[in-house]
């Protein structure tokens, strides 16, 4: 008598295992790309931070070497003034100068302050006492910050409207005794150091401030002059700390930003600035989709491994149970069908083995 047919469930072996690896891989793939997304945001976070202090540092470090080579020069000039004769220390100092564009006058003054030879006989005779550089050459050396030279800017003369700006350096001239007869001043036109700001900044691919000591802005590569109650980090730059962190510029786009409390090389003074570099957030735009589209192709080819795996374990392990049961199945309901056997797994064997012995009990 056939057996009663019977409604079983749609769910197999086979769709059971697929369904349970799907879920997973889903649950798995949805928590790989939420760390994969927090975690990118973090790499490049970091990544800019320590770009922008690395840079910083090599862009005060390049300024610095790049004075301290005119402070040696500075030194070698005290060191041969009292033993030239007048017109080749002339000589002498208008070959310093070279064309004129990065060092704007050099000259040598007697211990009261009166110019003894210059570059291109400029302010001979003139009484330059009260000049801060003066001074401080008198007092073992003398780095100054960004200035006007109302006097020096005539003689010069500018092709704009602007007023010309320097940066000095002095040094004492000592007799064979050790004493002080007198001081070298060296002007440096700010004109060039704004531009090697910029073709430093440009190179390393980011936004450079020259500040003073007090937070204000002495020089920059973008035009920008925010103030000390715009930023934090210009706050910070007046306490002579190193700083670095992420904050929104008066422009409003965010930048990570580093703060260099003093540029110094070697024995050149300190002109008392600090160096700020900046780099926007979105600098690393790219390079953060880039990973993470590495990052969800990497996820993608572990699901299509872990999927083909799946299908090649269905068909090696789940579908001789499932020919199993279609066998079982169909001797119950009278065929004489011989079972097909199977020894992949135990259970396979057993259900193959049991299958055959009643296919063989069955009376005749």
Same mark, same amino acid.
């Given at each position: 008598?056939?057996?009663?047919?019977?409604?079983?469930?749609?769910?197999?072996?086979?769709?059971?295992?697929?369904?349970?690896? @799907?879920?997973?891989?889903?649950?798995?793939?949805?928590?790989?790309?939420?760390?994969?997304?927090?975690?990118?945001?973090?790499?490049?976070?970091?990544?800019?931070?320590?770009?922008?202090?690395?840079?910083?540092?090599?862009?005060?470090?390049?300024?610095?070497?790049?004075?301290?080579?005119?402070?040696?020069?500075?030194?070698?000039?005290?060191?041969?003034?009292?033993?030239?004769?007048?017109?080749?220390?002339?000589?002498?100092?208008?070959?310093?100068?070279?064309?004129?564009?990065?060092?704007?006058?050099?000259?040598?003054?007697?211990?009261?302050?009166?110019?003894?030879?210059?570059?291109?006989?400029?302010?001979?005779?003139?009484?330059?006492?009260?000049?801060?550089?003066?001074?401080?050459?008198?007092?073992?050396?003398?780095?100054?910050?960004?200035?006007?030279?109302?006097?020096?800017?005539?003689?010069?003369?500018?092709?704009?409207?602007?007023? #010309?700006?320097?940066?000095?350096?002095?040094?004492?001239?000592?007799?064979?005794?050790?004493?002080?007869?007198?001081?070298?001043?060296?002007?440096?036109?700010?004109?060039? @150091?704004?531009?090697? #700001?910029?073709?430093?900044?440009?190179?390393?691919?980011?936004?450079?401030?020259?500040?003073?000591?007090?937070?204000?802005?002495? %020089?920059?590569?973008?035009? =920008?002059?925010?103030?000390?109650?715009?930023?934090?980090?210009?706050?910070?730059?007046?306490?002579?700390? =190193?700083?670095?962190?992420?904050?929104?510029?008066?422009?409003?786009?965010?930048?990570? *930003?580093?703060?260099?409390?003093?540029? *110094?090389?070697?024995?050149?003074?300190?002109?008392?600035?600090?160096? #700020?570099?900046?780099?926007?957030?979105?600098?690393?735009?790219?390079? %953060?989709? #880039?990973?993470?589209?590495?990052?969800?192709?990497?996820?993608?080819?572990?699901?299509?491994?872990?999927?083909?795996?799946?299908?090649?374990?269905?068909?090696?392990?789940?579908?001789?149970?499932?020919?199993?049961?279609?066998? %079982?199945?169909?001797?119950?309901?009278?065929?004489?069908?011989?079972?097909?056997?199977?020894?992949?797994?135990?259970?396979?064997?057993?259900?193959?083995?049991?299958?055959?012995?009643?296919?063989?009990?069955?009376?005749?």
């Amino acid at each position: 008598m056939p057996a009663q047919s019977r409604d079983y469930t749609r769910l197999t072996l086979t769709r059971s295992v697929y369904a349970f690896v @799907l879920i997973t891989l889903a649950a798995i793939f949805v928590l790989l790309a939420a760390i994969l997304a927090d975690r990118s945001g973090r790499m490049i976070d970091e990544a800019l931070d320590r770009a922008v202090n690395v840079r910083t540092h090599a862009a005060a470090k390049i300024l610095a070497r790049s004075l301290e080579r005119d402070w040696r020069s500075l030194g070698f000039l005290a060191e041969q003034a009292t033993n030239l004769k007048q017109d080749t220390l002339r000589g002498v100092l208008d070959g310093m100068q070279g064309e004129g564009d990065r060092i704007s006058w050099i000259g040598y003054t007697d211990i009261n302050g009166r110019v003894i030879e210059a570059t291109d006989g400029m302010l001979i005779g003139q009484d330059v006492s009260a000049r801060p550089w003066f001074r401080g050459g008198l007092n073992g050396g003398f780095a100054g910050d960004m200035h006007e030279a109302l006097l020096l800017a005539k003689l010069l003369g500018s092709e704009t409207d602007e007023p #010309l700006r320097f940066i000095d350096l002095s040094r004492p001239v000592l007799d064979v005794r050790g004493q002080v007869i007198g001081v070298v001043g060296m002007h440096i036109n700010a004109n060039w @150091l704004e531009g090697s #700001l910029r073709e430093t900044a440009r190179n390393l691919e980011l936004d450079l401030f020259l500040l003073s000591a007090d937070g204000s802005v002495v %020089a920059t590569t973008t035009g =920008e002059t925010p103030r000390t109650s715009d930023l934090e980090i210009l706050r910070v730059a007046q306490t002579g700390s =190193e700083g670095a962190m992420r904050e929104t510029w008066p422009d409003g786009q965010d930048y990570f *930003s580093t703060l260099v409390p003093q540029i *110094s090389f070697k024995e050149l003074p300190s002109f008392g600035w600090r160096m #700020l570099g900046r780099i926007e957030t979105k600098s690393f735009a790219s390079d %953060a989709a #880039l990973l993470r589209q590495g990052g969800l192709l990497s996820v993608l080819a572990i699901l299509a491994i872990l999927f083909g795996a799946t299908a090649i374990y269905v068909r090696i392990f789940a579908a001789p149970l499932a020919m199993l049961a279609g066998s %079982a199945e169909r001797i119950a309901g009278g065929s004489d069908e011989y079972p097909p056997s199977s020894t992949v797994t135990r259970e396979a064997a057993q259900i193959s083995s049991a299958l055959a012995r009643l296919q063989q009990d069955r009376p005749i």
